[in-house]
C-alpha cells in the first residue's frame, strides 16, 4: 500500500498562516449602508416632490459619507501590521 499525498498550485486551498494572517478580518456592524440607503431615496424622492427634501436627503447623504469614510479610515488604522 503506497499513501499518495497530493499538492495542488490553487492559493484559495492554502491555509490563510502560509499568508502572515492569524485571523480572518470582518468589519464591525454598521447603520450607515441603511442610512445612506434611506437619504439616497429621499434626494431622488426630493426630485419628485420639492427642492427643500432633495437639500436635506442630499446634506444627510454627504454626512453619512463622511462618516463612513472616517469609520473605515479608524478602522483600517487599527488593523495589526
Known amino acids: 500500500m503506497s499513501t499518495e499525498t ?9 491555509p490563510a498562516a502560509s499568508h502572515g494572517h492569524d485571523a480572518i478580518h470582518m468589519p464591525p456592524n454598521s447603520w450607515i449602508p441603511i442610512g445612506l440607503a434611506l437619504t439616497l431615496a429621499m434626494v431622488l424622492t426630493g426630485f419628485l416632490i420639492t427642492a427643500a427634501v432633495w437639500i436635506i436627503g442630499l446634506v444627510l447623504t454627504i454626512a453619512l459619507l463622511v462618516a463612513w469614510y472616517r469609520a473605515a479610515r479608524r478602522e483600517f ?3 495589526p501590521e
Open 77 to 79: 488604522e487599527d488593523l
Open 6 to 14: 497530493t499538492t495542488t498550485d490553487d492559493p484559495a486551498e492554502e
